[in-house]
């Protein structure tokens, strides 16, 4: 392909994004394929000659799109959305084309200074303290995983990564039972282990750890000869939006001299909206490390999760390594890459400034707001019908909810709902139950798309009944 082709094509499928995207709402939500069908339409050989570009692209949409769920769907309301606003989109179609691998600040300068004053703008945004910094991850759970990594090396002396953890007895980590499962995985690969992660019991009506048992557990591991490295608390947790009281929990931590992490991945976005931080952003800023995902709910396009750190020494102590051909000559200057695990860093930053300039802060919180009031008063319309239990109450647009019936019939009406295709949900579980879950956060949804939800619940309970 030359460059002339380059723009035709581009052009091409500029038009048939905007296409696809005016028509989404046609679209049955989740692919209506099954397990096997796009491998089946693949060649199992790879091509020996070239394909014309028209061939590929109709290939594209043959075998591709029947496959592809619709996460952009206005009446995608699983998981947590992982938004893409048109102008964060034409920002990764530039990173794109020039193509930096941006891991040093000689390697592209915009990007690295971008980045610095980006991660600034989010701060001022979220009402951090002065002097927060950070940097953009990929996704929440890299931050995560970084943010073990330090509670470990700070816990050890700085001797984990030169020693190893062998003789390093048992360190543990605390964190609530409603923790996504990223912080499982942090554990396991950190290398400090399942059993070391000691989950405490949750309390109230925001569900939060239990900072009583929480100091319980770390006096008693302490007594055992343990050695407690640090607390993982959450705002907005993944199953139903469970949030901790961050002040109690940096409480204990400051107590113990704990490395204290703070998982917002979902709901962070929330608190560039001054009346819902209190009470669910109370402490966030005497917190070692934040994690939030501009990606979920803030509408910049995949990959771009943001990490604060109020001490960012404490990270590059654990993370930095600095061969001969990395170094930068005779200028002081940050280099990301030595903040984080992956050493080859996209131009994230980019898309933030895009989107922020192109709606302001005012035009993303409207979003916010609307999602969150719409979000209740669907949560009010399903309470008031008879075959409907409010399981959890709304945590800013997340509820849950179950219909008559054991755990399997809550799993049957997700997927006859799924199969129907024109709303998308999950299941979760809450004190042993199966539970529906309705996250409402799609960038380019309407109250008419999540009043919808109610009729189309209604409608297929009362088919299966």
Request: a negative charge; hydrophobic letters at 40%.
């Amino acid at each position: 392909m030359n460059w002339d082709d380059f723009s035709d094509w581009g052009a091409k499928i500029s038009q048939w994004a905007a296409d696809y995207h005016k028509g989404i709402r046609d679209l049955p939500v989740r692919a209506q394929t099954k397990p096997g069908d796009i491998a089946a339409l693949l060649s199992s050989t790879p091509p020996e000659t070239a394909d014309a570009m028209d061939t590929i692209m109709a290939d594209f949409e043959r075998i591709v799109m029947p496959g592809i769920t619709h996460w952009q769907h206005p009446r995608f309301f699983a998981y947590f959305p992982s938004n893409a606003a048109p102008p964060s989109m034409l920002a990764d179609m530039l990173t794109t084309t020039v193509a930096a691998q941006c891991m040093l600040w000689q390697t592209s300068p915009a990007a690295t200074e971008m980045e610095g004053v980006m991660v600034d703008w989010l701060r001022q945004a979220l009402g951090l303290p002065d002097g927060t910094s950070g940097c953009i991850q990929d996704s929440a759970s890299s931050a995560t995983l970084s943010a073990v990594l330090t509670m470990r090396e700070r816990a050890t002396g700085w001797r984990g990564n030169r020693e190893g953890l062998s003789a390093m007895g048992r360190l543990r980590i605390y964190c609530s039972e409603e923790v996504h499962s990223s912080i499982d995985r942090a554990c396991w690969v950190a290398g400090i282990g399942q059993e070391n992660l000691v989950k405490i019991p949750t309390q109230g009506p925001h569900h939060a750890m239990d900072t009583a048992a929480l100091t319980a557990a770390v006096t008693s591991d302490i007594d055992a000869g343990h050695t407690p490295a640090g607390i993982i608390a959450i705002t907005g947790g993944t199953s139903i939006g469970a949030c901790d009281d961050l002040s109690a929990v940096i409480e204990v931590a400051k107590t113990h001299d704990l490395y204290a992490h703070l998982d917002a991945a979902w709901a962070g976005s929330a608190m560039i909206c001054p009346e819902f931080r209190d009470p669910f952003w109370h402490g966030a800023g005497d917190f070692d490390s934040i994690v939030f995902n501009p990606h979920k709910w803030l509408g910049a396009q995949f990959d771009c999760s943001v990490q604060f750190l109020r001490d960012p020494s404490q990270q590059l102590n654990t993370l930095k390594i600095e061969p001969e051909y990395l170094k930068t000559s005779g200028q002081a200057v940050t280099n990301y890459s030595e903040w984080t695990i992956p050493l080859g860093r996209r131009f994230r930053a980019l898309k933030l400034w895009f989107l922020m300039r192109a709606y302001g802060l005012e035009g993303l919180r409207d979003r916010i707001r609307n999602h969150v009031a719409w979000a209740h008063a669907l949560c009010d319309i399903l309470r008031a019908q008879d075959h409907i239990e409010i399981v959890t109450e709304p945590m800013l647009s997340l509820f849950s909810f179950r219909v008559p019936g054991d755990d399997a019939a809550q799993q049957r009406l997700v997927d006859a709902l799924n199969n129907d295709g024109r709303i998308y949900l999950t299941q979760g579980m809450y004190q042993g139950r199966k539970m529906i879950r309705f996250s409402v956060g799609q960038f380019d949804c309407t109250r008419d798309d999540v009043m919808m939800a109610a009729d189309v619940i209604t409608e297929i309970w009362k088919a299966q009944s």
